[in-house]
Nanobody, 128 residues
Framework: QVQLVESEGGSVQVGGSLRLSCEASGYTHGTTCMGWFRQKPGKEREGVAVLYTGGGSTYYGDSVKGRFTISQDSAKNTTLYLQMDSLNTEDTAMYYC????????????????????WGQGTQVTVSS
């Protein structure tokens, strides 16, 4: 049984940084698309960034380009990270890790229905 477990989020001030991690277990073969999504109160869940574990190719949502970096553990491709810099209040949301398993990232990188496994979510709060 595949499980995704996100690290604890946190609260930071505008301009600060946070790093989230996601550990996948029960997944020992193949390559796939893993990503980070977020959901703000009263809004639909949206894609933040995705990464193809087979080669490290990435894709970012427009609102986080240049500020967030998605990466995977170089020793094992079952740990996913999201480095978030220059945070602003619009980044406040519940963040979720997800994996397609199977499937690559393209052409539908942010298609929620294609992600079979989801973490429980972790709250990130940015205050001014």
């Amino acid at each position: 049984q595949v499980q995704l477990v996100e690290s604890e989020g946190g609260s930071v001030q505008v301009g600060g940084s946070l790093r989230l991690s996601c550990e996948a277990s029960g997944y020992t073969h193949g390559t796939t698309c893993m990503g980070w999504f977020r959901q703000k109160p009263g809004k639909e869940r949206e894609g933040v960034a995705v990464l193809y574990t087979g080669g490290g190719s990435t894709y970012y949502g427009d609102s986080v380009k240049g500020r967030f970096t998605i990466s995977q553990d170089s020793a094992k491709n079952t740990t996913l990270y999201l480095q978030m810099d220059s945070l602003n209040t619009e980044d406040t949301a519940m963040y979720y890790c997800a994996a397609k398993l199977p499937g690559g990232c393209w052409p539908s990188a942010f298609s929620l229905s294609e992600y079979k496994y989801w973490g429980q979510g972790t709250q990130v709060t940015v205050s001014s």
